[in-house]
C-alpha cells in the first residue's frame, strides 16, 4: 500500500467512527436507497444531524444520491472498489 491509500482508509475509518454514520449505513445497506426524513426518523436524530453525517459520508464516496420528485434519495455506492466493500461488509 502506498501512502497515499494508508492515507484515504485512515480517513475512510474515521468516517466509520460515528456511530450515527454507522446506523446510515446499516439502513441503506438493508433498504438499499432512502430519504433523509426516513434516515432521520429511524435513526431519531434530527434532519440537520442526518444531513451532516450523510454529507460526511458523500465525501468518503461511501454513499451517493438521486433527487427524485422533492425528495433526495441515498444509497450505498454503487462503484465502491472491492477493498471497500469488503470492509463495509465485514463492519455492518
Known amino acids: 500500500m502506498t501512502k497515499r491509500n ?3 482508509w485512515s480517513t475512510v475509518y474515521r468516517g466509520l ?3 450515527n ?8 445497506k438493508q433498504r438499499e436507497k432512502i ?4 434516515l ?3 435513526l431519531d436524530i434530527t434532519i440537520k ?3 451532516r453525517n450523510l454529507g460526511i459520508l ?4 461511501l454513499v451517493e444520491y438521486q433527487g427524485k420528485d422533492d425528495r433526495v434519495y441515498y444509497s450505498i455506492n454503487r462503484k465502491l ?9 465485514l463492519t455492518l
Request: no cysteine; net charge neutral; proline share 3%.
Open 6 to 8: 494508508l492515507k484515504q
Open 17 to 19: 467512527g460515528n456511530p
Open 21 to 28: 454514520r454507522l446506523r446510515i449505513l446499516q439502513l441503506l
Open 35 to 38: 430519504s433523509v426524513s426516513e
Open 40 to 42: 432521520a426518523y429511524e
Open 49 to 51: 444531524n442526518t444531513s
Open 58 to 61: 458523500l465525501n468518503l464516496d
Open 81 to 89: 472498489d472491492g477493498y471497500t466493500k469488503k470492509i463495509l461488509e
